[in-house]
């Protein structure tokens, strides 16, 4: 993948039975917060928590390039009209259904290796923004810092005002919500 892309996964197909599902708009916040350099002004303690990953902004900010990975295709239609997007052409099918449904319907190989695919293109992204609620995001979320040895790069939480940083960049702290 080129540089200077900044990686998401939206999670929308069966996590809604687990947790609050963020619409595409408080994602393309963040995208916009990173982007465009205005996070430092608009979140309390950000600047503090941004300064280690200071030398990687321009590099993100330069391109604009967005991995967009999601079980909803109406997130992609929805973001295509936002950014430059990088998206893999994946199955997607009814936004509700289970996924011991969705690999029933498409075959279990099928499911893994657009699964895979989406992880890998996730790890060599340069920045990620997802929800800790989601497993799935967990995982990429770790595979990077330690498959990909990019624990040294930016990795955001969506939340409806100000990102969250992971465990590791949080110091273990909950970065507010200042809502």
């Excluded at 350099?37 to 902004?57: G, H, N």
Aim: with cysteine; aromatic share 10%.
């Amino acid at each position: 993948m080129q540089a200077g892309v900044l990686g998401c996964y939206v999670r929308h197909g069966d996590k809604y039975y687990e947790a609050t599902e963020y619409p595409l708009k408080d994602y393309l916040r963040i995208f916009s917060w990173i982007l465009d350099d205005k996070v430092i002004t608009s979140c309390p303690r950000s600047a503090e928590f941004l300064e280690p990953f200071k030398a990687q902004l321009p590099n993100l900010q330069s391109t604009h390039r967005i991995y967009l990975g999601s079980d909803d295709a109406a997130v992609l239609e929805e973001a295509k009209s936002s950014f430059d997007m990088i998206y893999v052409n994946v199955s997607r099918l009814s936004k509700r259904m289970s996924l011991m449904k969705v690999s029933k319907k498409l075959g279990a190989k099928q499911v893994v290796m657009e699964s895979l695919l989406n992880l890998e293109l996730l790890m060599e992204s340069d920045a990620f923004i997802c929800t800790w609620t989601s497993n799935w995001c967990r995982l990429v979320d770790e595979m990077r810092m330690t498959v990909a040895m990019k624990a040294t790069y930016l990795s955001l939480e969506v939340n409806k005002h100000c990102p969250r940083f992971n465990w590791v960049h949080g110091k273990g702290a909950e970065t507010p919500d200042f809502r």
